[in-house]
């Protein structure tokens, strides 16, 4: 059975600064990996999309990477901002009859001004 | 106006009562899904449709149904709720296959969320 770990579980650093969130899945058979923002009282939304065959991803001041084969992925967020406070989850998507997302349970991140 | 709206978007109510949560998308998208988040479990799907006649049970049906009324419509029903179906309800869309990219690496888009309470 698939399932996703993010750590930490929560992070908060002083604004401008760099940082990593992590993504860990148990079985590397997945057709792409997604990384999602949350904000309090809202529904997801959808960051950035890594396909299986590719390494990386970047939107702005995000870049996320795959490596399929150790079960990892991290999403990069440079010069972070206050508005980046959200909680951010990934979510592996399965091959089979479901095509299901399997989530993580997010990691709750605060910028500091 | 959102792409995917959700109705109602808080709903406290008793114990054994029939819920009725309704989606409603304007991105044209032929799959729609329905997923509860508790806290500490992350989101978890409940069902899924890839078109209006076919429809399929997720990871934790039970207790649970769902109607496809039509390509923009996807509701989800609670026939007898019960308090440990409080949780975070969302509906997501995504869209058919198209070249070069495939259905497997379409992304979902998602409602603002129904929080459920059940006493």
């Known amino acids: 059975k698939q399932e996703v770990t993010q750590i930490p579980a929560a992070l908060s650093v002083p604004e401008g600064e760099n940082l990593v969130l992590n993504c860990s899945f148990t079985d590397s058979a997945i057709y792409n990996l997604q990384w999602f923002r949350q904000d309090p009282g809202k529904g997801l939304t959808s960051l950035l999309l890594i396909q299986s065959s590719q390494r990386e991803q970047t939107s702005g001041r995000l870049n996320a990477s795959l490596d399929k084969s150790s079960g990892r992925s991290t999403l990069y967020i440079a010069a972070s901002q206050p508005g980046d406070s959200a909680t951010y989850l990934c979510?592996?998507?399965?091959?089979?009859?479901?095509?299901?997302?399997?989530f993580g349970q997010g990691t709750r991140l605060t910028i500091n001004p | 106006d959102a792409d995917v709206t959700q109705t109602p978007r808080n709903r406290i109510t008793k114990t054994g009562k029939r819920i009725m949560l309704e989606c409603s998308q304007t991105k044209g998208h032929d799959r729609m899904y329905w997923y509860r988040q508790d806290p500490g479990l992350g989101l978890r799907l409940i069902y899924y449709?890839?078109?209006?006649?076919?429809?399929n049970k997720g990871e934790i049906s039970d207790g649970y149904s769902v109607s496809r009324q039509a390509q923009a419509k996807f509701s989800l029903s609670l026939e007898s709720a019960i308090p440990n179906q409080t949780a975070l309800y969302f509906c997501?869309?995504?869209?058919?296959?198209?070249?070069?990219?495939?259905?497997?690496?379409?992304?979902?888009?998602f409602g603002d969320g129904t929080r459920l309470s059940i006493l």
């Open positions: 449709s890839f078109d209006v006649k076919d429809i």
């Open positions: 979510a592996v998507k399965e091959g089979g009859g479901a095509q299901k997302l399997v």
């Open positions: 997501a869309t995504s869209d058919s296959p198209q070249q070069g990219v495939g259905f497997w690496n379409q992304p979902q888009h």
